[in-house]
């Protein structure tokens, strides 16, 4: 599987971007798919999470539940993450990430993921 992902910019605090994370690979909808973030000189941040199937159930870090809200389209095989409000705090490189699954687990650090976007910088200026 590989995952591409796209959207990140500049945007002023209080503004929105949409990330996108296209994977290959045939079996897209059996994956767990997350976003997560890292700021220069910090760790690896969850951000959200979505679980297979369609819509999947989400998942949200405590920084952006109420502001974010990540999605799936199966068929683009595609995830989404939808930024809203937009701190100065939100700054970081985003990546996309996929495991295989199974229906009840729930997957939210990055050891549990296998394979990972190349990262989208995200810049929210004050």
């Known amino acids: 599987v590989q995952l591409q992902a796209s959207g990140g910019g500049l945007v002023q605090a209080g503004g929105s971007l949409r990330l996108s994370c296209t994977a290959t690979?045939?079996?897209?909808?059996?994956?767990?798919m997350a976003w997560f973030r890292q700021a220069p000189g910090k760790e690896r941040e969850f951000v959200a999470a979505?679980?297979?199937?369609?819509?999947?159930?989400?998942y949200y870090g405590d920084s952006v539940k109420g502001r974010f809200a990540i999605s799936r389209d199966n068929d683009k095989k595609t995830a989404y993450l939808q930024m809203n409000s937009l701190k100065p705090e939100d700054t970081a490189v985003y990546y996309c990430?996929?495991?295989?699954?199974?229906?009840?687990?729930?997957?939210?650090?990055?050891?549990?993921?296998?394979?990972w976007g190349q990262g989208t910088q995200v810049t929210v200026s004050s």
């Open positions: 690979g045939p079996t897209f909808s059996r994956y767990f």
């Open positions: 979505v679980s297979r199937g369609s819509p999947g159930s989400t």
């Open positions: 990430a996929a495991r295989p699954s199974i229906i009840t687990a729930v997957y939210l650090t990055p050891e549990e993921y296998h394979y």
